[in-house]
């Protein structure tokens, strides 16, 4: 597994892969790799000839006071995960080499940004915009054929989708299931901020999401959030946003529309802030009729 650092290394790099037509994947990750991170390179290391896992904590995407200093970080791991899993290029830029003095472009999708963790008030109104610039960099430094994320960031995953399409990227955007703890709590570098009672507290936010897929359609999408917003309640869990929205537009789903609906919730759990979502096919709404 080679381990590179610099943009011009990773060009050199996709120019011999050109030579060789390997299929590219590539998987951008933030490190302090879970099981989610490794599903991902799995799928990508079964479609792919060459898979390069970007490494990369991105600055851009943190809010002044939010967790950059603290983010877990473990190098060396990460890279033995990575070779297990079959990774064969690294990218692990430093923040210098992406941000150099003088940056001052931003990639920025409109719409789909501006709700659920990118509306007002306290949630993340920048982060997407940090989000979009650092995958547009990387698409363009990688080129891959096809890019790995996880369903666990939907809204990351919708976004990143609709500027791929809308700058004309060819690298096929792959979207892969949420791989969860055995109490459902979705596997989270951040889970590693949290105490025993938090961990025990958080996996309600699972309980909380089926309880709203449990609901609905039977008696309604309305009383379905606000069953799952009693569960979190129950736990002690104060929801940011605890929404349902189709999965491709982000707009505010209706009831039984027999479209699939994206459950979407954030939530802090003892000053850990966590995000989930469940989603609920038709299938599944035509059978519980
Ligand atoms: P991160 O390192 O948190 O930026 O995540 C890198 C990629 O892994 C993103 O595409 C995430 O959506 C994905 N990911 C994170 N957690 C999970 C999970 N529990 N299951 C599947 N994919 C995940």
């Given at each position: 597994?080679?381990?590179?650092?610099?943009?011009?290394e990773i060009h050199e790099a996709r120019d011999s892969l050109r030579k060789t037509s390997d299929v590219v994947g590539l998987v951008p990750?933030?490190?302090?790799?879970?099981?989610?991170?490794?599903?991902?390179?799995?799928?990508?290391?079964?479609?792919?000839?060459?898979?390069?896992?970007?490494?990369?904590?991105n600055p851009a995407q943190f809010r002044p006071g939010e967790d950059l200093d603290g983010y877990p970080r473990d190098e060396k791991r990460d890279f033995a995960i990575a070779e297990e899993a079959g990774v064969d290029i690294v990218y692990a830029p430093s923040a210098e080499e992406v941000y150099p003095a003088g940056f001052a472009t931003t990639v920025e999708v409109k719409g789909l940004t501006e709700v659920l963790c990118g509306s007002r008030d306290g949630r993340r109104p920048e982060h997407f915009?940090?989000?979009?610039?650092?995958?547009?960099?990387l698409l363009n430094a990688v080129?891959?054929?096809?890019?790995?994320?996880?369903?666990?960031?939907?809204?990351?995953?919708t976004v990143i989708g609709r500027m791929?399409?809308?700058l004309d990227f060819r690298t096929r955007i792959v979207i892969l299931p949420t791989v969860?703890?055995?109490d459902g709590l979705a596997m989270s570098s951040r889970n590693a901020y949290l105490s025993a009672p938090a961990r025990e507290k958080a996996s309600a936010i699972?309980?909380?999401?089926?309880?709203?897929?449990?609901?609905y359609p039977e008696r309604g999408l309305d009383e379905a959030l606000r069953a799952g917003v009693r569960r979190l309640e129950a736990a002690g869990i104060e929801p940011e946003y605890f929404e349902a929205r189709y999965p491709g537009t982000l707009d505010p789903a209706e009831d039984e529309t027999g479209e699939a609906i994206l459950?979407?919730?954030?939530?802090k759990v003892d000053g850990t802030r966590l995000i989930d979502n469940i989603l609920i096919e038709p299938d599944k709404q035509v059978r519980r009729k």
């Open positions: 597994m080679k381990v590179l650092r610099l943009p011009r990750t933030m490190g302090y790799l879970h099981e989610g991170h490794v599903s991902l390179l799995e799928a990508a290391r079964q479609r792919c000839d060459t898979v390069v896992m970007s490494l990369f904590v915009a940090g989000v979009t610039t650092i995958v547009a960099k080129d891959p054929d096809f890019a790995f994320f996880g369903q666990k960031d939907a809204q990351q995953a791929a399409e809308d969860r703890e055995r699972w309980s909380a999401l089926l309880e709203t897929e449990n609901a459950v979407a919730v954030a939530a």
